[in-house]
């Protein structure tokens, strides 16, 4: 069971680091076509998106299981 959670966090810290890149982009580009204030609301979006992407990611390996993790292990 450790072995999944293990790789169940690695895989929901790849999302949150894919995620965070995205969402520097996305802000700059508004920040960019827009004023500041819109800019802050794009950056809370996009970074609330990411926190549920990376926590749902984490719950869906341990709930379904990954191919990286043995059913054996532990």
């Known amino acids: 069971?450790?072995?999944?959670?293990?790789?169940?966090?690695?895989?929901?810290?790849?999302?949150?680091?894919?995620?965070?890149?995205?969402?520097?982009?996305?802000?700059?580009?508004?920040?960019?076509?827009?004023?500041?204030?819109?800019?802050?609301?794009?950056?809370l979006a996009t970074l609330g998106g990411v926190l549920v992407a990376a926590a749902t990611s984490f719950w869906q390996g341990v709930a379904a299981g990954l191919p990286e993790v043995s059913t054996d292990a532990d």
Request: charged share 15%; aromatic share 2%.
């Open 1 to 43: 069971m450790k072995t999944l959670h293990k790789a169940a966090l690695i895989r929901a810290y790849r999302t949150l680091a894919q995620g965070l890149g995205g969402s520097a982009v996305a802000t700059a580009a508004t920040a960019v076509l827009t004023d500041g204030r819109t800019a802050v609301t794009v950056l």
